[in-house]
């Protein structure tokens, strides 16, 4: 699981990294991931857009996508804490 995959840049190296996991997975094994952002914003995290591309062709492929359009968990469970 992929927690806030489009929170932080990455560079060249640790998104090569994160596209071979993306790869290596792919038909093999389940991968949940979790992001604000939509799909096309991506290429944010991604620096090479065929990379991109090809790493939401596989994530998509067999996937079950929930989209949520629903307050943040942990923002409504601080908000409580700051008033």
Known sequence: M???F???KRDQA???VLFELIS???ERKSIAITTNA???EWDQVFPDKAMTVAAVDRLV???TILEMNVQSYRRRA???AEQ
Do not use: I, M
């Open 2 to 4: 992929l927690d806030d």
């Open 6 to 8: 489009s929170y932080a």
């Open 14 to 16: 640790q998104t090569s």
């Open 24 to 26: 290596e997975r792919y």
């Open 38 to 40: 939509p799909f096309s």
């Open 61 to 63: 492929h067999h996937a």
């Open 78 to 80: 601080a908000l409580p």
